[in-house]
């Protein structure tokens, strides 16, 4: 495991910059025995060169938009998006998803999301809206087979002891509940290994 970089599109974040993003964000306080399992895994590599997501970050990354970056979006810009995707998603309905195992990548921790029809369906509708309202160049992000970070590696650690302890955390799978998608203002720090960011606004799915 190697220390983590950021991405925008598919080059490096640039320090100080701000990007919006579509995420499904956990609900902790419903999802118990998510938080759960989230917690077990944390404790379980404490010892390990690793940057934690705090819980109120932990996120399913489902879009980046990579036209501009956040000092280019207008307020009414940022209105004219959240719009867009709350009547295009309207009616997709509440649906749960299968989080774990938790798995060890290059710098990485992450938890792998399953099953993929309705969660790869929403990220195709949230895509079909971006590419609509701010075309093409919005959509130079591919954010891969879906999946929930746990934590950034900050040094280098040996993958294989990682996820010897992971497998420990039992159980190692539990259910996220997804109602709802967010459109955020999201900040990375490359030398801290943390993703922050601020709402823009709440799309409900049901």
Not at 162 to 186: N, W, Y
Request: hydrophobic share 45%; proline share 4%; charged share 20%.
């Amino acid at each position: 495991m190697k220390p983590f970089v950021f991405r925008h599109g598919t080059g490096k974040w640039p320090e100080g910059e701000t990007l919006l993003h579509v995420y499904a964000i956990p609900d902790l306080a419903r999802d118990r025995e998510l938080g759960e399992l989230v917690a077990g895994c944390r404790t379980a590599l404490a010892e390990y060169p690793l940057t934690f997501v705090e819980d109120r970050w932990l996120h399913i990354t489902i879009s980046q938009i990579t036209d501009a970056f956040g000092t280019g979006y207008s307020a009414s810009s940022r209105a004219e998006l959240a719009s867009a995707l709350s009547a295009d998603l309207a009616g997709f309905g509440t649906f749960e998803l299968t989080i774990g195992s938790c798995l060890a990548q290059s710098s990485v921790v992450m938890f792998d999301v399953h099953p993929d029809e309705r969660i790869g369906a929403l990220g195709s509708a949230v895509h079909a809206t971006i590419g609509r309202v701010r075309g093409e160049a919005a959509l130079g992000y591919n954010a891969g087979v879906p999946h929930m970070s746990l934590a950034y590696a900050n040094g280098v650690a040996d993958n294989a002891d990682i996820q010897r302890d992971l497998r420990r955390v039992r159980p190692g799978h539990a259910v996220m509940r997804i109602s709802s998608v967010f459109l955020v203002e999201v900040t990375v720090s490359a030398a801290a290994k943390t993703v922050t960011w601020s709402p823009i606004a709440e799309i409900p799915l049901d």
